[in-house]
């Protein structure tokens, strides 16, 4: 039987080579446009052509299969991948949790770590739906959209660990440290997928995090019973694992979730991030409802907490 032409295909690719396919795109008349974190974008009848600053290339359309194969396999890449992915790469169908968080830069809102578990059978699917990392979205509405996704794939099991603003500066106080608060959030969702790996069909094998402490240990140290059954890694830019991309989706997901519920609560348009917006937003609710307020809504150990006090003097 025939194999569906793929509609989605990512890949990383040098800088001369990243060079020479724009150069490509140009003379094939594609029309080039702003996407966030990329180097270059280009359209042409419905295929997207996106290369990203992180080294990704991402190829999304209804001719993705005839662009691989007979543009970018032959006169960029110099091989053919194409239907070779489970041979270039054998752990690539391997069961494993990917684990990421998101609001770790934010003053505003929780820190949200997720976990989710994949296997070989889902793979092509999420692929297919077009999963990446969630800082190379620029849009909510697709963050939302991806997390569905992922949530009604058949077989995926996934947790989230949202820790608000009075969580985190109470474990800020005690722990002294994000990296301390992270390696624990990365541990709690870890034990709590392992509660379930008996419903894991097949139970993964690792669990795969980026490396945010200089020492593995830190995590490693924080594992508890269930997370010290399975291989832990942790390596620098693993949002490249489609696992670790998926939980990406979710925290943020989470994330935006629970922004959206503190501007409802306090009635004020709360933003993400750490700009002068933030500081602005951050002095008004301190008038409307005194310091404290600071503790149900903000990381209060950034920097930013003075900036908003000087703002209200």
Same mark, same amino acid.
Not at 288 to 291: A, I, P, S, V
């Given at each position: 039987m025939t194999a569906k032409p793929i509609t989605t295909y990512t890949c990383k690719l040098t800088s001369g080579q990243a060079d020479k396919?724009?150069?490509v795109l140009d003379a094939q008349g594609y029309v $080039?446009?702003?996407v966030p974190y990329s180097q270059f974008a280009g359209a042409k009848d419905k295929l997207n052509?996106? $290369?990203y600053t992180s080294g990704k290339l991402v190829v999304q359309g209804k001719g993705t299969d005839e662009f691989v194969r007979f543009v970018l396999e032959p006169e960029i890449l110099g091989e053919a991948r194409l239907g070779y992915e489970n041979v270039l790469d054998p752990t690539r169908l391997d069961p494993r949790i990917g684990i990421d968080e998101s609001g770790k830069g934010d003053y505003f809102g929780p820190l949200c770590v997720a976990g989710v578990y994949v296997n070989g059978d889902m793979i092509d699917h999420l692929e297919q739906a077009g999963l990446m990392d969630s800082k190379r979205i620029g849009s909510d509405k697709r963050i939302q959209a991806l997390a569905d996704v992922i949530r009604k794939t058949p077989g995926c099991h996934y947790t989230?660990?949202?820790i608000g603003p009075e969580a985190y500066n109470r474990l800020q106080k005690t722990m002294r440290s994000v990296n301390s608060i992270l390696a624990w959030g990365h541990a709690r969702v870890i034990e709590n997928l392992m509660k379930r790996k008996d419903m894991m069909k097949p139970a993964p094998v690792r669990a795969i995090s980026d490396? $945010?402490?200089r020492s593995k240990s830190t995590v490693a140290d924080a594992l508890m019973a269930g997370g010290r059954e399975i291989e832990l890694v942790q390596r620098h830019k693993a949002e490249s694992d489609l696992a670790v991309a998926a939980a990406s989706i979710l925290a943020r997901d989470a994330f935006v979730h629970r922004m959206r519920q503190l501007s409802e609560k306090y009635g004020i348009e709360i933003p993400k991030g750490a700009s002068q917006r933030v500081i602005d937003v951050g002095a008004e609710l301190v008038r409307?409802?005194?310091?404290a307020v600071?503790?149900?809504v903000a990381k209060r150990h950034f920097k930013t907490t003075q900036k908003v006090l000087d703002s209200v003097a």
């Open positions: 396919l724009r150069g $080039f446009r702003e052509v996106v $290369f989230v660990v949202p490396q $945010f402490a409307r409802h005194g310091e600071l503790n149900e």
